[in-house]
Nanobody, 121 residues
Framework: QVQLVESGGGLVQAGGSLRLSCVASARTFSNYYMGWFRQAPGKEREFVAAISWSGVSTVYADSVKGRFTISRDNARNTVYLQMNNLKPEDTAVYYC??????????????WGQGTQVTVSS
């Protein structure tokens, strides 16, 4: 099973930026999407963004569209999430995952431990 390790979280003020990284212990299948989810206290885990293996296709939740950018470096087995203009409602633990489709990613069993993002007002 591929192990995923998220990093890059921290405490920032509203309007600030963070860049999250997720490193896989091994290469994912070449046709796999990789993506990010987040979970705030008392809320269900929600989809944030996903990217195809080639990087041509990207999908974003409406709540982050225009502010977040997902990218990947297959040579380094890494997916990134550049988060700009952060808002307090972005506060959550962010997780990455991989799946053949975006729709099935939430049910995948390859979650990392997550990285905490806290946005102060």
């Amino acid at each position: 099973q591929v192990q995923l390790v998220e990093s890059g979280g921290g405490l920032v003020q509203a309007g600030g930026s963070l860049r999250l990284s997720c490193v896989a212990s091994a290469r994912t299948f070449s046709n796999y999407y990789m993506g990010w989810f987040r979970q705030a206290p008392g809320k269900e885990r929600e989809f944030v963004a996903a990217i195809s293996w080639s990087g041509v296709s990207t999908v974003y939740a409406d709540s982050v569209k225009g502010r977040f950018t997902i990218s990947r470096d297959n040579a380094r087995n890494t997916v990134y999430l550049q988060m700009n203009n952060l808002k307090p409602e972005d506060t959550a633990v962010y997780y990455c995952n991989a799946a053949r489709t975006v729709a099935t990613m939430k049910s995948s069993g390859s979650w990392g431990q997550g990285t905490q993002v806290t946005v102060s007002s």
